[in-house]
């Protein structure tokens, strides 16, 4: 079952990734790229390492994305 | 008896994530998709939570704690974004 678990969070770092390559949106992108690092988090707390899986949640998804968006209301919002 | 309820709850967790990335790649706007991002967040955490149970590691559920602090305020820094800038 936990293999399983792993596998379908391996797909939705996958499906994430490609969304933030594709999506046209600058903040859809923005936020499906934080998605991947949220996924890779609980990937993490499976593989039994919950301190580098709180580091991710925080920073690499929840400050990150506060970055691109503080860095988009700086740069316009001509294209949105 | 409890096995079968982390079964089902372990199945309700598999459908929510392929129901959640479903609305994540057909959502035709952007609040479509940062409304399945936000319910694939509480879907993490309920994973980290069953995990928590079927493992016996108590420690997990801190993981769990700061997702859930970190989802309300991703949310809300989007939907100040969307409504006047940030």
């Known amino acids: ?6 596998y379908l969070l391996c797909g939705g770092i996958l499906a994430s990734g490609l969304l933030a390559v594709r999506l046209k949106s600058l903040l859809a992108a923005s936020v499906s790229a934080g998605l991947a690092g949220l996924f890779a988090a609980v990937c993490y707390v499976l593989l039994g390492a919950p301190d580098v899986a709180m580091t991710e949640a925080s920073i690499g998804s929840g400050l990150s994305l506060l970055f691109f968006l503080y860095a988009m209301n700086r740069m316009g919002r ?3 | 008896m409890a096995n079968h309820i982390l079964m089902a709850a372990a199945v ?4 929510g994530v392929g129901l959640g990335v479903l609305r994540l790649i057909l959502g035709p706007t952007v609040i479509d ?10 879907i993490c955490i309920s994973t980290i939570s069953l995990y928590a ?3 016996d590691r108590f420690i997990y559920l801190d993981a769990a704690l700061v997702y859930g602090v970190l989802s309300f305020l991703g949310v809300v820094a989007v939907a100040r974004y969307l409504e006047r800038g940030l």
């Open chain 1, 1 to 6: 079952m936990l293999d399983l678990l792993v």
């Open chain 2, 12 to 15: 309700l967790i598999f459908s």
């Open chain 2, 53 to 55: 149970l079927v493992a």
């Open chain 1, 78 to 80: 001509s294209k949105d």
């Open chain 2, 33 to 42: 998709r940062v409304a399945a991002i936000d319910m694939l967040t509480i």
